[in-house]
């Protein structure tokens, strides 16, 4: 029987998208087919090598920090990098100054910036509970730091943050199931939202609304 979860299939062009994943490094060998996951479905969306970044922190805890540090610092990056955008010159290609009184003509040459800020942010980790209360606090913290992010800086924060009760389950929400069904690799489920959502947060900002 097939499973009704998950969000109807509808296919967005990220092209135009940077995106950043920041992961956890618990549960490593999760952690790694999750972010190979999301990776994926951000190619097969368009997004372009370069325009994929990739942050790691030791732990999930650590996440909203990291998103946040790294959200900021894609818009510093972009404001530094603004200089790039527009080359100006005074006429033709010589660097030299014209010799005539007339005052220069100025013509810009507008180019591509390679640092752009980031349209949305995948942050992923992995909690499996143990003995003591340690999973319960990091979870409800986590979650609400993420989300408040998100809120505070206008930016998309894909929840990637399996919370699983037992490691088998963590596995198979990694597509590494111990037995013949080997489960679903969330991480592509991330890669896409992480898609759609910037492309709305893009179009949204400019008052368009289809």
Not at 152 to 166: E, M, N, S
Request: charged share 15%; proline share 4%; net charge negative.
């Amino acid at each position: 029987m097939s499973s009704i979860k998950g969000p109807s299939s509808t296919h967005f062009d990220g092209s135009n998208l940077r995106i950043a994943i920041v992961h956890a490094r618990w549960n490593k060998s999760v952690i790694d087919a999750l972010v190979a996951g999301t990776i994926n479905k951000l190619k097969e969306c368009g997004v372009k090598d370069s325009n994929i970044i990739i942050q790691s922190v030791p732990g999930s805890f650590e996440l909203p920090f990291a998103c946040s540090k790294v959200i900021a610092g894609s818009h510093v990056q972009a404001s530094t990098s603004s200089g790039d955008l527009i080359g100006l010159s005074f006429g033709g290609s010589s660097t030299s100054l014209p010799s005539t009184k007339e005052p220069p003509i100025l013509t810009s040459t507008v180019v591509n910036m390679p640092n752009a800020p980031f349209d949305a942010v995948v942050a992923i980790g992995v909690l499996i509970k143990g003995s003591t209360m340690h999973f319960e606090y990091i979870c409800d913290s986590v979650s609400h730091a993420l989300m408040k992010i998100q809120i505070d800086t206008g930016v998309p924060v894909i929840f990637g943050v399996l919370t699983a009760l037992t490691e088998d389950q963590a596995l198979e929400r990694a597509g590494l199931g111990k037995g013949s069904e080997k489960g679903h690799n969330h991480g592509e489920d991330w890669g896409l939202a992480a898609v759609e959502m910037g492309t709305h947060s893009k179009r949204w900002a400019e008052g368009v609304f289809i």
